[in-house]
């Protein structure tokens, strides 16, 4: 048994029982999420998949036994739509992993800012989806971590929560809610060994950002997924990926605001 | 703001397109019926016809549904890379049964273009191990295709460039190998005549050969080369550790035109044909490194610099002779050379109604993008109709449609299949409207 609660940036993720780490993740059928947990149990780790969709959680468990078997320790439904689904999701996660070390979020919901402009039920739900509905969620989990004397918390926030910007501010705005009260939990409970990962990435190739042109700098989800998975690792509160972003956004936080006004970005 | 566009790997054409990429293939090939994976089409083949502006990426639908042990028999979703396939069951023993020179393709990809590789004489191409698909058809429907169901459009669709749907989910054979690591025979070839033989020759005892052949040395040294053969190692004589990860570099931006001029190619060419011995000589060497040793480098392509190039890839039947072979080369060398060749010996035709390989002698040139490159195809393309042979789709940017259909006897049937199963002519692409009009 390997428990570790220390307070340095560096502590090591926490491991209640032997070497073998017990991961939940919403969001693991798509994008960021499936190369995360593929990387996951690959190395070994017993994941157990929570999505909105049983029959895509349903594939993707397939998807990870052929890959690594055993891995996969099963599937529940869970929507951040729907935070009565979160208790139960999480229940059954714990039940069938025999404990929880660490819980992922890579779900969210993503739309244009001209979209959420034009709809206003659309910009409801989305700032539902990615603020109070997340955050309920990470509530859950992290009752349910510190019960068992601590664990990780893996969040997928977004660099669009850095600054105020023009062609993402209300999804930027949810995601900046969500950044600081990462941070708080950081704060607050590090010490009593609840590990909070506050993961930003910039702009990644994956079905959210179908159709947008892809800037400079763009990544795909495995690169991202190998550096998450450093971070979960060492407990680093913060981690830009891919890591260019981490410079990206001293600049963009430094620029005055009438730059921000001119600029599109 | 700049218009988005797509080329082929060759980077040459270059047309206005996006490719809209998601997990849901079955939602995204709703509306985007020509379907792209990793885009190592060197030509057109996987860019959107004039006026339809977006393809349907693959790539993100990349899991495996289903996979057996006892029988090496998978079942995966189209955008699922070899690269993928390579990392995740070689170290347990499997490998794809045939596999063309990148791992860097799609399983969808592999499908649609029929591809062969080292082992074509023995193996044939990549559909001959292709138990079903399923592929979302023009009219909308999505059909599971085996040579008991839908048997046309199954044959069709192998080897027919996305053209009568897009593949969502195939099933095939991995083959069972001995170990992880190749044992790799390398011998210096004189020159063409000399290769034809050699190749023949070497088929009976090997189970994978290829050919790398200088594309600019002329006189009495025309078509010189390595012919590299090659077998999974034994266990016994294979390392007992995994084969370790290899680097990838990456080219960050275009060589100038001139660094890959004949010159610096010709001087690489003679080192390179000096390096090996005029004696065979083996070892064990890295799977990659014998099957994709181009690979290594990311955007190799940039080396042609800004203009592009294009691949060349046709196969001349044995029962044409040799002379066909020595043509090519001849009138290829005449005109400025390749600057990289392969050549390889072919087996028979596959299942595929337009598969490419037939019995014969497969040449395949990089010809860097001049004035005068149309000529040399137009050139190229006519010593291969007057041979009995034809050309790779794959591979194509440049040949004429009245070339094509005359090196084709198989495109009417072909096209009676596309004209069934996709009767309004939603599917559509770059290389299908030069070739056939639609």
Not at chain 1, 104 to 118: G, K, Y
Not at chain 2, 165 to 172: C, H, Q
Not at chain 2, 174 to 191: A, F, H
Request: hydrophobic content about 40%; glycine content about 10%; aromatic content about 8%.
């Amino acid at each position: 048994m390997t428990l570790t609660g220390g307070s340095g940036a560096r502590s090591p993720c926490v491991c209640l029982d032997g070497d073998v780490r017990r991961v939940v993740i919403l969001g693991a059928t798509k994008g960021m999420g499936r190369a995360v947990v593929r990387k996951m149990a690959a190395r070994g780790d017993r994941v157990f998949l929570l999505g909105r969709n049983l029959e895509d959680l349903r594939t993707s468990v397939m998807d990870l036994d052929a890959r690594a078997a055993g891995a996969a320790a099963g599937y529940a439904e869970c929507d951040l739509e729907r935070p009565e689904t979160f208790a139960p999701a999480l229940d059954q996660a714990g039940t069938a992993l025999g404990g929880i070390d660490i819980v992922v979020i890579t779900a969210a919901l993503f739309a244009s800012q001209d979209a959420l402009e034009a709809d206003a039920e659309l910009m409801r739900r989305l700032l539902s989806a990615n603020f109070t509905n997340t955050v309920a969620f990470c509530e859950l989990a992290r009752r349910r971590l510190m019960a068992r004397g601590g664990g990780t918390l893996c969040v997928f926030s977004s660099v669009a929560g850095e600054r105020g910007r023009k062609p993402v501010i209300l999804y930027g705005a949810s995601k900046a809610g969500l950044t600081r009260y990462l941070e708080g939990l950081d704060h607050k409970y590090r010490s009593q060994g609840l590990i909070t990962v506050c993961v930003k990435p910039g702009f990644v190739r994956t079905s959210m950002t179908a159709g947008l042109s892809s800037p400079p700098f763009a990544s795909d989800p495995e690169p991202v997924a190998e550096r998450v998975l450093r971070a979960v690792d060492r407990g680093q509160p913060v981690v830009y990926v891919p890591a260019i972003w981490f410079a990206i956004m001293i600049v963009i936080r430094s620029l005055p605001r009438f730059v921000m006004r001119r600029i599109g970005f | 703001m700049k218009t988005a566009v797509l080329s082929g790997w060759g980077r040459v054409p270059t047309v206005p397109g996006v490719e809209i990429r998601s997990e849901n293939l079955e939602q995204l090939t709703r509306n985007l019926p020509l379907a792209r994976g990793l885009g190592r089409a060197y030509g057109d083949a996987a860019l959107p016809a004039p006026g339809d502006l977006a393809v349907a990426g693959t790539t993100l639908a990349d899991r495996v549904l289903a996979f057996d042990p006892a029988t090496g028999l998978i079942t995966v979703e189209a955008g699922l890379s070899l690269d993928d396939i390579c990392r995740v069951f070689l170290p347990r023993g499997f490998f794809t049964p045939v596999t063309p020179g990148t791992r860097f393709v799609t399983v969808g990809g592999m499908v649609a273009a029929d591809v062969h590789g080292k082992n074509h004489h023995r193996e044939g191409c990549f559909g001959a191990h292709v138990t079903s698909f399923k592929v979302r058809i023009g009219d909308g429907r999505i059909l599971t295709c085996s040579l008991t169901e839908y048997p046309d459009l199954f044959r069709a669709t192998i080897g027919g460039m996305g053209l009568t749907g897009a593949i969502l989910e195939a099933t095939f054979r991995l083959s069972k190998v001995p170990s992880s690591w190749i044992y790799e025979e390398r011998q210096r070839i004189g020159g063409v005549d000399e290769f034809v033989d050699a190749l023949k020759a070497a088929a009976p005892v090997w189970p994978m050969t290829v050919g790398w052949i200088d594309g600019l040395s002329r006189g009495p040294g025309m078509g010189r080369g390595v012919l590299f053969c090659g077998r999974w190692a034994e266990a016994a004589e294979a390392p007992r550790h995994q084969p370790p990860q290899l680097r990838q570099v990456s080219l960050p931006v275009d060589f100038p035109e001139m660094a890959l001029s004949p010159h610096t190619v010709r001087a690489f060419n003679a080192l390179t044909y000096q390096r090996y011995s005029a004696s065979r000589d083996g070892g064990i060497v890295h799977p990659y490194t014998y099957f994709y040793p181009l690979d290594w480098i990311a955007h190799w392509t940039r080396m042609y610099g800004r203009r592009g190039f294009t691949q060349y890839q046709c196969v001349l039947p044995h029962a044409a002779g040799r002379e066909p072979v020595r043509d090519c080369f001849d009138l290829l060398t005449r005109s400025g050379g390749a600057f990289l060749g392969v050549i390889k010996d072919c087996g028979p035709e596959g299942v595929g109604t337009l598969s490419f390989p037939m019995p014969g002698i497969s040449l395949a040139l990089d010809i860097p993008m001049r004035d005068a490159t149309q000529r040399l195809i137009d050139g190229m393309n006519e010593l291969v109709i007057s041979a009995g042979g034809r050309i790779y789709l794959a591979k194509d940017a440049l040949t004429r449609p009245e070339h094509f259909r005359a090196m084709e006897p198989r495109l009417d049937e072909f096209l009676a299949v596309r004209r069934q199963y996709d009767p309004d002519r939603r599917i559509r692409s770059a290389q299908s409207v030069r070739l056939f009009g639609w």
